[in-house]
């Protein structure tokens, strides 16, 4: 065997080695490996609120994400991303002068772009921004859904609230 044919089969066995590498190149530019969502977390209030962020997986119930901060007025906090699964945020919020925790839930998509968190004196808001591309919905990227209860050692009060801002 001459070398122009050794250097030939070589050049063969490492485009079929790499064939694969391409398909897997290809889905990662297409969207189907799964992703990470970005978490804003701003302070408007004027006191030091401690704000504990659990995520839990919808169909196996499997906490995905916990993390707790120290937020301290006028403070912005980037904290770890989330992962784009089908997913329940629950945000709390603790060190209320009375005693009381606020606490707030919203569900998140493999579509949720962008979970931003707002904290003042009076209350906690929580915004999913959502990609309108993905979900071929107009104006939905600014879609939130939460779900308040207040607590208080000896008393537990739900109200639940969707809101739609366009």
């Known amino acids: 065997?001459?070398?122009?044919?050794?250097?030939?089969?070589?050049?063969?066995?490492?485009?079929?080695?790499?064939?694969?590498?391409?398909?897997?190149?290809?889905?990662?530019?297409?969207?189907?490996?799964?992703?990470?969502?970005?978490?804003?977390?701003?302070?408007?209030a004027s006191r030091s609120y401690n704000i504990q962020i659990q995520a839990y997986e919808r169909k196996t119930n499997r906490q995905t994400y916990d993390?707790?901060?120290?937020?301290?007025?006028?403070?912005?906090?980037?904290?770890?991303?989330?992962?784009?699964?089908?997913?329940?945020?629950?945000?709390v919020k603790h060190g209320?002068?009375?005693?009381?925790?606020?606490?707030?839930?919203?569900?998140?998509s493999g579509e949720t772009e962008l979970v931003l968190?707002?904290?003042?004196?009076?209350?906690?808001?929580i915004e999913a921004r959502y990609d309108e591309t993905e979900t071929g919905v107009p104006n939905s990227n600014n879609t939130t859904n939460e779900t308040a209860t207040n607590e208080t050692p000896n008393e537990t009060s739900n109200e639940t609230s969707n809101e739609t801002d366009e």
């Open 1 to 44: 065997m001459n070398r122009r044919t050794v250097i030939q089969s070589a050049g063969v066995g490492a485009l079929v080695g790499l064939s694969g590498c391409i398909e897997g190149v290809q889905e990662h530019f297409m969207g189907s490996v799964q992703g990470v969502i970005p978490m804003e977390i701003h302070s408007e």
């Open 67 to 91: 993390h707790s901060f120290a937020v301290t007025p006028g403070e912005n906090v980037q904290p770890e991303h989330l992962s784009a699964v089908n997913q329940s945020l629950q945000i």
């Open 96 to 108: 209320e002068e009375d005693g009381q925790e606020t606490v707030r839930e919203v569900s998140i």
């Open 117 to 125: 968190v707002t904290i003042t004196d009076d209350d906690l808001e």
